[in-house]
Structure formats: structure tokens, C-alpha cells
């Protein structure tokens, strides 16, 4: 062995138990007691975590005129510095551009820059023959999920394109992930309130109600239904789509959840600031009323919603504060990557929320095993990759946009206290972080080609 983690708490999915984590290759070879080797970190007092997996960024995302803050350098430093050792970023096709070209151009972006192991999800904006045979040889690249919009132009498609995604997706093995939000409705509503003279960004959630995201997951869900498709829903924010998940489920569908930390943790209250500083929360879905919050904490108790993924699509105050005068103008999105550990620590598992294995789980494994990448991810056992974070239970943080390693000017959760931070945080053997410094090299992240779908999730 070349290295040994000693003296922590191994934590799993599974099990809780002191252990030493034996590493050589950039592998773990070795879990239990009195191993030895060369080098030696402690971690006496601390938890080791698998390392964890952010299934759902957008690193230097095009809108329009404008780029998201984050880099694929920058975005994956403040991953690391965080905890995640994995993140699952997009490829989509613009204008003429073969869906092909599309992945060759994200990689030629990502690769050398990225510090953290990282795949691509698909983006299925067409539906002609052509990308559908693409999607289907993608799939055997190791590209196996695929993204779904209702809503957005030039990202959305209509119900017999989604029925034709769907169809391909499950014969060549690909996971179809959606946005569902009612398209019509939101234009419908964002129209009535500008004409109503209501311009500011408190009306950015009147503009994208429940009844947007439910509509539009219940009807995909009778889509997938039809064409016999899993399916599985980013950034669940609502108890009407959760009621619409559970319904599909109890007719026999396999459907998949996820749920982001602004939307357990904050509330359509924000939008209640003073306009510069809502503009701040203009994300979609929307932040909800805080009475959804219980809910959304239960089912992901209860494994109703399966993974926390953050969403992290990070902009400027300059770029938002270009929409103050028409909040359908601010650009939407929060950054979360870095914080997504400690906040589900802090007010997941601190406060009884969520039981340490079950943080685990939504964090690491149920992601690794959804998107392809288990076992060599999302575990600490013999064989996997050597992702670990060596986390303090005690190390208390006031979070600050100030500290952070996001590239952008403001934070969420700025001033907020959290309990449990990451102390080591290794990347196949790595140490890449040691208390909050990056001290890894640019571009010693890997692509990582992913296993099809159906995998065993149990």
C-alpha cells in the first residue's frame, strides 16, 4: 500500500465502522484495522465518506449573450473544496450542430481544465432521425443519460418528440433525466404580470407555480408509462410533483427523484428582498413556500426522492442586475457545489433529518449507481476508486460568497453556521484539499465512460 487513512469512522451506505482505509494506484485495496503503509493520514475524530457525486451541474453554460461564472477549472475546484469528487455536466447541440459535435466540443472544453473526475449528460433537444441514431451511439461511448426539457426554447421539446426520446432511450440503455415544467403556463403567466406593470423579481415564482411542475411530470410521466421508460426528475421542488411520482409508482413505474439544497433549506420569502438582492434567488423552478420543506425532507428520508444534486449554475450580481427592470430577464441559476455537503450535513443529519448512512447514500451511492459509475464510485471498498473525504464533524463554518471557491459575488446561504466540514478530500488517491486549499493541478480530472442503464440500484 502506498498510503493509509487511519483511525476515522468508514462510512457507507451500509455501515458505520472505525476502520483504516488502505490506498495504492489511485485504489482502495484494503478496509479494516492495523493496516500499514508509508504514508499516513489521521483521521481520529473524523468520518470518511466516499467521495461525493454532483449529478446535476452546468459548468461555463452559454445563455444567450452570457456565460455561467463558473469554469470547468473554477467549478470544479469549489466541487473539490466541498467534498465531491465527481460531477455530471451537459452536452447540447446549437443550431446545426450534430449532437456528436456537441460532446466533442464539451470535451475539448472540460478536459484539461477539470480537477475532479466528470462525465456528460446528453441533451435531447431534437428528435429526427439522426440524433436519435446519435443518442443510440453515444450510449455505447458511455454517454447514458439523457436530458429532457418542457420548457426553455431551443432546449424543449413537444410530447411526440419525448415519446420518440423515450422509446430510444430505453433501447439503448439511457436513463432520460427531465426539467418538467408547463412551458405554456409560465409564458402565460409571465405575460399577464409584465402587462400588469409587475417587473420585479418577487414575481418570478408567481410566474412558475406548482401546478407548472406538476402538469408537466404528470404528463411525462403517462408518456413514459406508454413507452414502458424509466424515468427520472431533476430538481423535484413541490409536494404536487412529489403526490404525481408517488401516483406513477403505485401503478408500477420505475421513476427516480432528485431534490436540491435550495429547496429544502430556503423559501419563496427571499423574493420578499430588496429587488437587487431577490434577484439573487431567480432560479426553476422556483424557491417554494417554506411548508413544502417538511415533505421534500421526508420522502428523501424515506427514499422516495433518491439523490441531492445542487443544480449549480452560478451567475454575477452584474449579470443578473441586467433583468432587475423584468425579472423574465435575469438569468437563472445559484451556485451550490460547494456547499451542497455541509448544509446536508448540518441540517440533514445534525438535525436528525437524515441518519449518516442515508447521507451516504443520496450523495454518493444512489448517484453512482443511477448514472453508470458503481462500483468504481459512490463506496469504500476493495476495487473503487480512491474518492475520499476525511470530513471533521465538529469544524464549524460560517459560509461566505467571501470564502467560497465559486467565482461569483454573492451566496445563498451567506452568514449561515454549518456544523461538519471536509478536512482531506482525496481523488483516486489524491490529496486535493486539505482544509479548504486546493492543492491539486488543473486538469488531472478524468472523463469518466458510464455502464448503460438498467443497473441494479437496490
Known amino acids: 500500500m502506498d498510503l493509509v487513512i487511519k483511525e476515522g469512522v468508514v462510512v457507507t451506505a451500509s455501515e458505520a465502522v472505525e476502520a483504516d482505509v488502505g490506498i495504492e494506484g489511485g485504489k482502495i485495496v484494503a478496509v479494516g484495522k492495523g493496516l500499514d503503509a508509508p504514508v499516513k493520514l489521521k483521521a ?7 467521495g461525493f457525486i454532483d449529478v446535476h451541474v452546468h459548468l461555463q453554460m452559454p445563455v444567450g449573450d452570457i456565460v455561467s461564472a463558473d469554469d470547468f477549472f473554477t467549478g470544479t475546484v469549489a466541487a473539490a473544496c466541498g467534498g465531491t469528487t465527481t460531477v455530471l455536466d451537459f452536452a447540447e447541440a446549437h443550431g446545426s450542430q450534430s449532437l456528436s459535435q456537441a460532446v466533442e466540443e464539451r470535451r475539448r472544453q472540460a478536459d484539461g481544465q477539470v480537477v475532479v473526475d466528470y462525465s456528460l449528460h446528453l441533451t435531447g433537444n431534437r428528435a429526427d432521425g439522426q440524433f436519435l441514431q446519435e443518442v443510440a451511439e453515444l450510449a455505447e461511448q458511455g454517454y447514458t443519460s439523457l436530458k429532457i426539457y418542457t420548457t426553455y426554447p431551443g432546449l424543449m421539446v413537444d410530447d411526440g418528440q419525448i415519446l420518440k426520446l423515450l422509446e430510444t432511450c430505453r433501447e439503448a440503455g439511457v436513463l432520460p433525466i427531465v426539467h418538467a415544467e408547463n412551458h405554456h403556463m409560465i409564458e402565460h403567466m409571465k405575460e399577464r404580470l409584465l402587462r400588469e406593470g409587475k ?8 410566474s412558475r407555480p406548482c401546478l407548472a411542475e406538476a402538469e408537466a ?3 411525462v410521466l403517462a408518456l413514459s408509462a406508454l413507452t414502458r421508460t424509466p424515468v427520472y426528475f ?12 408517488r401516483l ?27 429587488d437587487p438582492e431577490a434577484a439573487m434567488f431567480v432560479l426553476s423552478p422556483p424557491l417554494r413556500d417554506k411548508s413544502h420543506h417538511s415533505q421534500l425532507w421526508g420522502a428523501l428520508a424515506r427514499g422516495e426522492i433518491q439523490t441531492v444534486a445542487t443544480d449549480h449554475c452560478p451567475w454575477t450580481r452584474a449579470q443578473r442586475e441586467r433583468g432587475l427592470g423584468n425579472f423574465t430577464l435575469i438569468p437563472n441559476g445559484a451556485p451550490g457545489v460547494e456547499t451542497r455537503i455541509p448544509l ?14 442515508r447521507f451516504v447514500e443520496v450523495c454518493s451511492t444512489m448517484p453512482a449507481k443511477l448514472f453508470g459509475l458503481y462500483p468504481r464510485k459512490g463506496t ?20 461566505s460568497w467571501r470564502t467560497l471557491h465559486h467565482q461569483v459575488d454573492h451566496c445563498p446561504y451567506e452568514g449561515w453556521k454549518v456544523k461538519g466540514y471536509p478536512r482531506l478530500v482525496l481523488s483516486r488517491g489524491e490529496v486535493i484539499v486539505e482544509k479548504g486549499e486546493f492543492l491539486g493541478q488543473k486538469g488531472r480530472g478524468l472523463f469518466l465512460p458510464r455502464q448503460k442503464f438498467p443497473i441494479r440500484v437496490a
Open 344 to 357: 446536508l450535513f448540518t441540517f440533514g443529519v445534525r438535525e436528525g433529518r437524515l441518519s449518516l448512512n
Open 234 to 245: 431533476v430538481h423535484l421542488s413541490c409536494t404536487e410533483t412529489l403526490e404525481a411520482v
Open 217 to 219: 411530470a404528470q404528463r
Open 380 to 399: 469504500i471498498a476493495p476495487g473503487a476508486d480512491a474518492d475520499l473525504v476525511v470530513f471533521d464533524p465538529e469544524e464549524e463554518v460560517t459560509l
Open 44 to 50: 481520529q475524530g473524523c468520518y470518511i465518506f466516499p
Open 199 to 206: 417587473t420585479s423579481p418577487r414575481y418570478h415564482p408567481i
Open 248 to 274: 406513477a409508482r403505485s401503478r408500477g413505474q420505475e421513476v427516480y427523484a432528485e431534490v436540491t439544497p435550495h429547496h429544502l433549506l430556503l423559501s419563496d420569502e427571499e423574493y420578499l428582498r430588496p
